[in-house]
Structures are given as C-alpha cells and as structure tokens.
C-alpha cells in the first residue's frame, strides 16, 4: 500500500501512491507551496524550529493566510514527540 501523510489536523492517513510510484505529500501550506515532508525536514534540521513562523522562516518564507498554522505546529510537536521517545530509548540503553 501507500505511505503515510499527514491530515490538516496533523493526523497520519495512509496514502496512495501515484502511478509512477511517487508517494503523495498533503500540502500543508497552499501559499508557499510546501508539503508535510518539506516541513517535517525543516523541523528535524533544528531544535530552534519550535513554532511554525521558526519553520517558515527556515524554509525561506513567511506565512500568509495563517491557515496553516495549525498543522505545521502539529508536526512540530509531532516531531519533539518522538525526538522525547528517542533519547529515553536511547538512555534506557
């Protein structure tokens, strides 16, 4: 089956995959053009990136509308979340 993407709502769905076999990325923000993967590879770059503006900011623009506020914070936490699960994993060794 597909891979996993995330919802507005900064949820996991699975996804389908293109015919060429290209996974398919939600765009989190509509008017920077930029997907969940794009975001999710910002916020792994740094610890800095804890709010969405930090995150815009590192992928080379700002917000406009804000209506994407929401899910780009909710893969920032998405992302300390299993940065926390991590460390303990990597502490309990």
């Known amino acids: 089956m597909g891979g996993i993407f995330c919802s507005p709502a900064g949820k996991r769905q ?6 060429g076999g290209k996974q398919v990325q ?3 923000c ?3 053009a930029k997907n ?11 610890p800095h990136i804890d ?3 930090a995150a815009h900011r590192a992928m ?7 209506r994407c506020l929401p ?5 920032i936490e998405e992302a300390r ?4 699960l991590v460390t303990a994993m990597a502490a309990a060794d």
């Not at 699975?14 to 015919?19: A, L």
């Not at 969940?36 to 916020?43: K, L, N």
């Not at 979340?81 to 926390?84: D, G, K, L, M, P």
């Open 14 to 19: 699975e996804t389908g995959k293109k015919p």
């Open 26 to 28: 939600m765009i989190v």
């Open 30 to 32: 509509v008017c920077n």
């Open 36 to 46: 969940c993967r794009t975001v999710r590879e910002v916020v792994a770059q740094g």
């Open 51 to 53: 709010t969405p503006a």
């Open 60 to 66: 080379g623009c700002k917000p406009q509308c804000g």
């Open 71 to 75: 899910a780009i914070a909710g893969l």
């Open 81 to 84: 979340a299993e940065n926390v």
